[in-house]
């Protein structure tokens, strides 16, 4: 049993359908609370504006049909490892009637991948006024609402008040920067589509806060420094050294008492594992949450339960920290966890896992891609920007779609996308 179905736990679930419950060897069922996937990489993209999510979410149930796993909706509740039980909540729809009763599951092998949740520190107004970037819905709901902002300031009498079409993003990681360049390119994208009472230059700000002394804290200085240039130029501002210390509805106010006005407001300044992860039944978590576990994958209390993607703290010999929480890392777990399973039904030592850093790569929409690739050959790491850099940061999407589609699928996917952009306006406009 696999719970969570985002990059690490579909990948996983998928291969291991296709490989053994296709031939009758094992039953794989995948415990999941959303109906539909979307690579979370993509969701700045989504909501920026960039994107439509329904090109390329992929259906949960489909997909069981399709590789041989069974689907079960609803969020993990809790974990009785005596009984070998994983308990699930209830799952509702929009109007509160019940779609599936609270239930429990029965599990030889039960493989934890829920990844992780927005940690705003107890930020006091984040939940109020800060829009995280979690879920799908999430971020088209953030795409909405700079939509209708613009409208809004088209539309109304007067001309656009001082901080009406500012956007605060708190959080200058990859996805916090990402969405400042895209930002900039879609919000100008919007209001060239008839709402020329809306000057870009003069009324569309964004503003990039870091509480660290520089943007990309944790990817090498040299990305940090090409980023934040290209940020400049493109007239994004950004602070650093900032730590936030209250949200409004009109604005983020700073530890330092400087106020910075904003209408719309975005949080993706930390993350962490889900709260229900400290109450399993006790399992090992660490400060924040994720499950503690062994180089095997396994969780230190518990040799049948195994934990992967962004709620595991892997162990990383020669490094103080475990193993980051990126999608190469998901995905490399993933592809760790299949050969993990088929050593246990062949009653085999399990093999420790090795985290493999292939570089990083932060995508600035249309603007540029910068990052570091590790040459191993070499034994350094090298930059890349450019053209090249923005093919090897779309290889990434295109490595999980193989593993979910195969390579044919996956091209012929890509293909229709690319259409189907040709056809329609370059940025979503509702």
Request: glycine share 10%; aromatic share 6%.
């Amino acid at each position: 049993m696999v719970v969570g179905g985002g990059a690490a736990g579909l990948e996983l679930v998928t291969r291991l359908g296709d490989r053994f419950a296709r031939r009758g060897l094992i039953e794989v069922t995948l415990v999941e609370r959303a109906r539909t996937h979307l690579w979370k990489p993509l969701l700045h993209s989504v909501a920026a504006g960039s994107m439509d999510p329904s090109e390329h979410e992929l259906n949960y149930l489909a997909q069981a049909h399709w590789h041989h796993f069974r689907y079960r909706l609803g969020e993990l509740a809790g974990l009785d490892r005596a009984a070998r039980m994983v308990r699930v909540a209830a799952a509702s729809d929009d109007e509160g009637r019940e779609i599936t009763p609270a239930r429990a599951f029965p599990y030889d092998t039960l493989v934890l991948a829920i990844g992780s949740v927005t940690n705003d520190f107890g930020t006091p107004g984040v939940a109020a006024h800060a829009v995280p970037l979690e879920t799908p819905e999430q971020a088209a709901r953030f795409n909405r609402r700079l939509v209708n902002a613009c409208i809004r300031a088209h539309a109304q009498p007067g001309p656009v008040r001082p901080g009406q079409l500012h956007v605060a993003i708190i959080g200058a990681g990859a996805t916090g920067t990402e969405l400042a360049a895209e930002l900039h390119h879609t919000a100008r994208a919007v209001v060239a589509h008839g709402l020329d009472r809306i000057d870009p230059a003069r009324d569309i700000r964004i503003v990039l806060i870091e509480a660290a002394a520089r943007i990309l804290p944790g990817l090498p200085e040299r990305i940090s420094e090409a980023t934040h240039g290209l940020l400049r130029e493109l007239g994004v501002e950004v602070r650093t050294g900032a730590r936030v210390a209250e949200v409004g509805a009109d604005g983020v106010r700073l530890a330092d008492g400087a106020f910075i006005p904003a209408e719309l407001t975005v949080w993706a300044a930390g993350v962490k594992a889900p709260e229900v992860l400290s109450r399993l039944d006790g399992l090992e978590v660490n400060r924040i949450n994720q499950l503690v576990v062994t180089q095997t994958l396994q969780t230190t209390r518990d040799p049948d339960v195994f934990a992967i993607g962004d709620c595991a703290a892997c162990p990383r010999p020669g490094h103080d920290a475990p193993v980051p929480p990126r999608a190469q890392a998901a995905h490399q777990e993933a592809a760790h966890m299949l050969r993990q399973l088929r050593h246990r039904l062949r009653r085999e030592p399990l093999a420790p896992f090795v985290y493999h850093d292939f570089g990083s790569l932060v995508s600035l929409g249309d603007y540029s891609t910068v990052g570091n690739m590790m040459g191993f050959l070499l034994g350094r790491s090298f930059f890349i920007e450019g053209l090249f850099a923005r093919l090897m940061y779309r290889s990434l999407y295109g490595m999980h779609l193989r593993a979910l589609h195969g390579n044919l699928r996956a091209l012929l996917g890509a293909l229709s996308r690319s259409l189907s952009r040709r056809a329609g306006p370059p940025v979503k406009l509702h």
